[in-house]
């Protein structure tokens, strides 16, 4: 009797959790429509709110019905969408929409993952509470939703990832006698979202009437995980000793101790939690694992001192990034637990009893940290911007060593307005580098390295002399490309000759089997053309006395639909005839008749 009511309890419930998981599909596959066309471009804002609030307010619905009253669970809806949409918003705002790849529209892959960790860390503050009815629920209702809707959803995930392999299985098997109907139905994007999302939602029902399936899983796996804890406490333990001896210097040398010291608080934390569960059975636990509990708090605290000093070093060094904005945040939340973790281990009573308390103040913390992140109040790179040009403007750090590209290319809003400033500066020096970065137009291309630029280089004939404004130029990726000694050590040898006959000199590279040239046009140095057969027995040894001649090309070249295609003639090593067809109209830029092929 018990079981039948509890069914027919569940029936409106698989109800409305099918409409939520139907709608979200529609609405879904709407975006994906409209991300084809104008709206999603011409509106990327609006767009992008849009996308989070179909994404996730959705999932609270599905996880809150039958847990939570009403009037709570509609509240928290509308408030979390609220939320979202404006991380939406500010997250392409932050991003200037003269991109100069695509203009983007969906949120960034940051907001969306960090905000699905922001709603499920309130929810889970939130549904005890109001299920209990008090603004301070019990540990164990907390622990109990939390691990509770955390498989629910892996679950719900895996059952949605079979059910299409099914889907796509039974394709498989009508495609064998010839019916193709129902696996071009698959590839439909009106199909594909709302049968997903649907799938989901009955996933999340069917693990959420049977509790002590998710109960059962979430035992074994946090048992398997609570006996990893004397292992990585006792390597803990020797990391630090043998720290010891070895000095911090070997730490400091890998560049990366702060993400692998905080990860590995990380992983302690969790294992002890694992341990400790909802702290119900917490004296039956074996004696090795309790102590191994009390040892694993205590070694947070220098565990996370240690990540802590890493950083302040690199910061102190060189300044804010992005990365190591989110490194302060994450230790200050990783100092919260060391402390009270430490803090629960060292006294008297239960054991780790205080770790309860802990992790309710550090999800909070976590919490607030996260939107501050995403906000504009705490944005990591607009604080790394500010910081970057303070640094520079107080000479900290020299124009050769800032990182100008930085701001143009990779800061969004925040990096572009600064760069303007900068190009305003009182100091020449800077302002120049910054005009320079504003010009430039490929996110990719580098400067050159004057200090190994041209060293392998050998300018040929003896005694020719190479043109200063060739060695000075900042070559471009493109044309670099076409000669590795452009832009830094490699071995290639340059022939200045006037080809065009205007008296002034182009420039013919030599590396492998074709020769570049370079002409000077609007006072820079640009890649005109090839030279082929350069390998050829004979060349290379004319080439070295300067033994180069500039001969009428043998055929014209073709214009078809405005666009000029040269003519390029089939190198054989054959000796060239001395007689020569007549010369004809040079080539746009005052070039010679043969210079360009």
């Known amino acids: 009797m018990a079981m039948t009511d509890e069914r027919e309890a569940s029936q409106p419930t698989l109800w409305l959790r099918l409409g939520i998981g139907l ?27 849009l ?97 509770r809707h955390g498989f629910q959803l892996a679950l719900s995930i895996a059952f949605t990832a079979v059910f299409w392999g099914v889907l796509f299985l039974g394709a498989a098997l009508f495609d064998l006698i010839g019916i193709k109907g129902f696996g071009e139905l698959l590839k439909k994007t009106w199909f594909i979202s709302p049968v997903t999302a649907t799938a989901f939602a009955a996933a999340v029902q069917l693990t959420d009437v049977r509790p002590g399936l998710i109960r059962g899983v979430r035992t ?83 565990l996370t001192a240690l990540a802590a000093w890493a950083t302040a070093l690199r910061i102190g060094q060189y300044g804010l990034t992005t990365e190591r904005v989110v490194s302060v945040a994450v230790l200050v939340v990783a100092a919260l637990y060391a402390l009270g973790y430490a803090w629960a281990a060292v006294r008297r009573g239960p054991w ?12 909070i913390a976590m919490l607030a940290a996260i939107l501050l992140l995403l906000s504009p109040v705490a944005d990591p790179t607009r604080l790394a911007v500010a910081d970057q040009t303070a640094r520079l403007n107080s000479g900290r750090t020299t124009v050769d060593q800032f990182d100008f590209r930085f701001l143009r290319f990779q800061s969004g809003r925040f990096g572009r307005q600064a760069l303007a400033d900068l190009a305003k500066s009182p100091n020449p020096q800077i302002a120049v580098a910054a005009r320079g970065m504003q010009a430039e137009t490929n996110r990719y291309a580098r400067a050159p390295e004057a200090a190994k630029a041209f060293t392998g280089a050998e300018v040929r004939p003896a005694g020719a002399v190479l043109p200063d404004s060739f060695r000075r130029q900042a070559f471009t990726v493109e044309e670099a490309s076409a000669i590795g000694c452009l832009n830094g050590p490699a071995a290639c040898k340059l022939y200045p000759k006037d080809l065009d006959g205007d008296g002034a000199p182009e420039v013919l590279v030599s590396q492998d089997s074709y020769l570049a040239a370079f002409a000077l046009k609007d006072g820079r140095w640009r890649l005109a053309g090839r030279y082929e057969g350069v390998h050829c027995e004979g060349l290379t040894s004319a080439l070295e006395k300067g033994e180069i001649a500039t001969l009428p090309a043998l055929l014209p070249d073709l214009e078809i639909a405005g666009q000029r295609l040269p003519f390029n003639a089939a190198v054989t090593c054959e000796t060239a005839p001395k007689a020569a067809p007549p010369p004809r109209d040079t080539l746009p830029g005052g070039l010679g008749p043969a210079f360009g092929r």
């Not at 709608?23 to 709110?49: C, H, R, Y």
């Not at 010891?244 to 990380?266: D, H, K, Y």
């Open 23 to 49: 709608v979200q599909g529609i609405a879904a596959w709407m975006l994906i429509e409209a991300s084809k066309g104008a709206f999603g471009t011409d509106n990327p804002q609006l767009f992008a709110a």
């Open 51 to 147: 996308v989070m609030i179909v994404a996730f307010p959705p999932l609270i619905l599905l996880a809150g019905l039958g847990r939570m009253r009403t009037r709570t669970l509609v509240g928290w809806t509308v408030a979390a969408a609220a939320v979202l949409a404006g991380l939406a918003v500010y997250d392409l705002w932050r991003e200037p929409f003269e991109n100069l790849v695509t203009r983007r529209q969906w949120p960034s892959p940051q907001l969306i993952f960090f905000g699905g960790v922001v709603l499920y860390i309130a929810h889970h503050l939130i549904e005890p509470a109001d299920r209990e009815r008090r603004l301070h629920p019990s540990y164990q209702a907390r622990f109990e939703d939390a691990w």
């Open 220 to 302: 074994v796996g946090l048992t398997l995980l609570a006996w990893l804890l004397p292992l990585m406490a006792g390597l803990t333990a020797a990391f630090l000793v043998a720290l010891v001896f070895t000095g911090v210097e070997p730490l400091w040398a890998t560049r990366r101790a702060a993400q692998i010291l905080l990860s590995s608080a990380a992983v302690l934390i969790v294992l002890i939690n694992a341990a400790y569960q909802d702290g119900q059975e917490r004296d039956l636990l074996p004696r090795v694992l309790r102590w191994s509990g009390r040892l694993a708090a205590v070694l947070l605290v220098p």
């Open 352 to 363: 780790l009893r205080r770790v309860e308390t802990v992790n309710v103040v550090a999800a």
